[in-house]
């Protein structure tokens, strides 16, 4: 059976699938835990990114030569950017910028050297999955009860090494980018570089976001609370769906 793995960026948003794991099985491997085992009927592998471009890459890359996957998916949460992106709803990203990277005059603001890239984009059949369960975890009303109107979004995510809690500093990072076509939902700080190591092997990716905050004054504030109460069971509901699905 084909191998699915299943990224969080922080353990809250993992316990909630470990929990459901049937014939676990835990590997220490670059000094991470690895969790074999099934879930919904799926054979998958559960890590923790930990967080950052480095961190997930580092994760990325064992979970495919080490451990063989056959498609990656991320879960996580992250910083509204986009107009009406908003707390409690979900982006799906369909391509990933990294708006750290900056080797102008040399190429391109944003663009990866050597790739002649700016976006990795996601797998379509995987993203059109997540996004399907998305919107059906959405309507469920136990898990959205706090977010009646929440939406789901398809769109570009921006990664970075950094935490964006700033109103001042996110109008800029959206402005910035907007300045060289690239239209953000979302700022997170894993999912690109996770795209980019998929797009090197050849691994279908897709991800999957739950907005925390947005990125503003309070994003320091609103974020804790909302990973132990809203993303964590987000995040569980959305992978049972999309596994169901595939
Ligand atoms: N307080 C946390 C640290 C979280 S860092 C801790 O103690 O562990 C933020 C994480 O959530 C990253 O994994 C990032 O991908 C995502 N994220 C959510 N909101 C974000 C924002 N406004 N800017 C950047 N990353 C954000």
Same mark, same amino acid.
């Given at each position: ?55 997930? +890459?580092?994760? =990325?890359?064992? &979970?495919?030569?080490?451990?063989? *996957? ?5 879960? $996580?949460? @992250? ?92 109008? +800029?990072?959206? =402005?910035?980018? &907007?300045?060289?076509?690239?239209? *953000? ?5 894993? $999912?690109? @570089? ?53």
């Amino acid at each position: 059976m084909q191998s699915t793995a299943i990224l969080s960026a922080l353990a809250q948003e993992q316990h909630g699938l470990i929990e459901l794991l049937q014939r676990p099985s835990k590997v220490n491997r670059a000094g991470r835990d690895f969790w074999l085992g099934e879930l919904h009927g799926q054979s998958v592998v559960l890590a923790l990114s930990k967080i950052g471009k480095v961190a997930a +890459a580092t994760t =990325a890359t064992a &979970l495919i030569e080490r451990f063989g *996957v056959q498609r990656m998916v991320f879960t $996580g949460v @992250a910083g509204g950017l986009g107009v009406g992106v908003d707390v409690g709803d979900v982006v799906v990203g369909q391509s990933f910028v990294q708006h750290d990277l900056d080797a102008s005059p040399l190429f391109p603001r944003y663009e990866v050297p050597l790739y002649g890239k700016t976006q990795f984009g996601s797998d379509t059949v995987l993203t059109q999955q997540l996004l399907e369960a998305a919107r059906s975890t959405l309507k469920q009303r136990h898990v959205s009860q706090a977010y009646p109107a929440a939406k789901a979004h398809l769109g570009l995510i921006a990664s970075g090494d950094r935490f964006v809690s700033g109103a001042m500093e996110s109008n +800029a990072l959206r =402005a910035a980018l &907007l300045a060289a076509n690239h239209d *953000v939902l979302a700022v997170e700080m894993e $999912g690109a @570089a996770v795209a980019q190591v998929c797009h090197d092997y050849g691994i279908p990716f897709a991800a999957v976001r739950t907005i925390s905050d947005r990125a503003d004054d309070t994003a320091h504030v609103d974020f804790p609370s909302f990973i132990d109460q809203v993303a964590s069971q987000y995040a569980r509901t959305i992978v049972k769906t999309f596994l169901k699905l595939l």
